[in-house]
């Protein structure tokens, strides 16, 4: 008889029921618990104030793609830099709507170069993102996302198709794509992997904004109103269907290969 080749080792993923008593999981310091309650928190209440001091700066800023165009441009040869500089912050923050700067980095660079731009800025935000739920864990992203909401993502943390599960996630429009890289951390999701899914899920939407402000600034009108009408279609199906569409990927992360035994007729 042949000797049964051993099966690698499955990493150890957070059961549903751990994100309501993620102490229980793994002991952490007092220190690291307490940093991980306040500490975004603590950190909304500074950026809050900072732009409540610099209201009238940054709303001549973000109030529309134009007015980002023309504070970008005024930095000169760093241009590129500040713009992905501040698609970084709008990325860590999320308070700021993804889209202005996105269309705004076609209106500035053009619709390749502004994709370009605009993914380098939301890849190290998202980075940022990831590590900081991975970091200081389930209390801290509970602070961003809220208990109730996060609890409903126990299945897709703790599955075996997490990969899958937050692809279709970051591609489905609606879906506050910011925060959820924050819950990523969360999964067992492998950094490279949260890095392609994200990516490959998110650029569509990426490429649209920037064709959006490409047309705009070479005032090709037919083109710009095409895609947003049908970016407008894609938001509007993704609201009105988010419960159906998040039940849908539940279902395929729990939905059983026919290749993997069957644990319950083990003896």
Do not use: C
Request: no cysteine; glycine share 10%.
């Amino acid at each position: 008889m042949k000797a049964k080749r051993a099966k690698p080792p499955v990493p150890e993923v957070a059961k549903p029921e751990e994100l309501q008593a993620p102490g229980e999981r793994v002991a952490k310091p007092a220190g690291a618990k307490l940093l991980a309650y306040v500490a975004f928190p603590l950190f909304l209440v500074a950026i809050f104030l900072l732009l409540w001091i610099f209201r009238d700066q940054f709303y001549r800023i973000f109030s529309s793609a134009e007015s980002v165009r023309d504070w970008v441009l005024g930095w000169g040869l760093v241009a590129p830099l500040v713009f992905m500089a501040l698609q970084f912050i709008q990325v860590v923050l999320f308070v700021i709507p993804g889209e202005v700067t996105q269309v705004a980095g076609g209106y500035l660079f053009g619709m390749w170069l502004g994709t370009l731009y605009s993914l380098i800025g939301i890849l190290i935000g998202s980075t940022v993102n990831f590590y900081l739920g991975r970091t200081l864990g389930v209390p801290f992203v509970e602070a961003i996302f809220g208990a109730e909401r996060l609890k409903r993502f126990g299945t897709i943390l703790s599955s075996k198709r997490a990969t899958t599960a937050f692809f279709l996630l970051f591609a489905i429009p609606g879906i506050p794509k910011d925060a959820l890289s924050y819950v990523a951390g969360l999964s067992s999701l492998r950094f490279g992997w949260f890095l392609l899914v994200s990516t490959v899920g998110r650029l569509p939407g990426i490429l649209g904004s920037s064709a959006i402000g490409g047309a705009v600034a070479r005032q090709m009108w037919l083109t710009v109103g095409f895609v947003v009408l049908a970016a407008t279609i894609l938001l509007v199906l993704g609201l009105l269907y988010r419960e159906q569409l998040h039940r849908f990927v539940e279902r395929v992360v729990t939905k059983k290969n026919p290749q993997e035994p069957d644990e319950s007729r083990r003896e």
